[in-house]
């Protein structure tokens, strides 16, 4: 992963981005104004792994260009795409959220660029918002369920 210069005409592309998702609809926007100048920009090639199953986890992103794979696992050996995820679409909110190592493995489908914010980042949103935090943990938990019953 290669960091990038992130401007004002991309930090505001992510703030649009950031409203229209469920997981951030409990912030404000003074709340959300807040992470913005905390949010790095990040390139991968295609092929490149952001991050590999049973890895802690120490970011979350949300894809602004590109294309990602949500890989799973299975039997030790077996991995399998369970989802691909585009522009606007986030990952790596669970392993953040209760402390447990990645769930899955997210390797770019295509030349990608991710917005990236920290864990010690992305925590200071969460105890910022005490009802948000319970609302991007109940959303968390939901997709934490879908992708283990995956088939």
Same mark, same amino acid.
């Given at each position: 992963m290669k960091r990038l210069e992130l401007g004002d005409s991309e930090l505001g592309i992510l703030a649009g981005m950031l409203r229209k998702t469920d997981f951030f609809a409990p912030l404000t926007v003074g709340?959300? &104004?807040?992470?913005?100048?905390q949010v790095l920009l990040f390139s991968c090639a295609a092929g490149e792994t952001v991050f590999k199953q049973g890895a802690a986890? &120490?970011?979350?992103?949300?894809?602004?260009?590109?294309?990602?794979?949500?890989?799973?696992?299975?039997?030790?050996?077996f991995s399998r795409t369970v989802a691909t995820l585009g522009p606007g679409e986030f990952f790596g909110e669970s392993a953040l959220i209760s402390d447990a190592p990645r769930g899955?493995?997210?390797v770019c489908a295509e030349p990608t660029r991710l917005f990236t914010l920290t864990a010690a980042d992305f925590r200071f949103v969460l105890s910022e918002n005490p009802a948000a935090a319970a609302e991007m943990r109940r959303i968390a938990a939901q997709r934490r369920f879908v992708s283990a019953h995956a088939s």
């Open positions: 709340q959300l &104004d807040r992470i913005l100048p986890g &120490d970011a979350f992103y949300v894809v602004y260009q590109g294309r990602v794979e949500v890989r799973l696992r299975r039997w030790g050996v899955a493995t997210i």
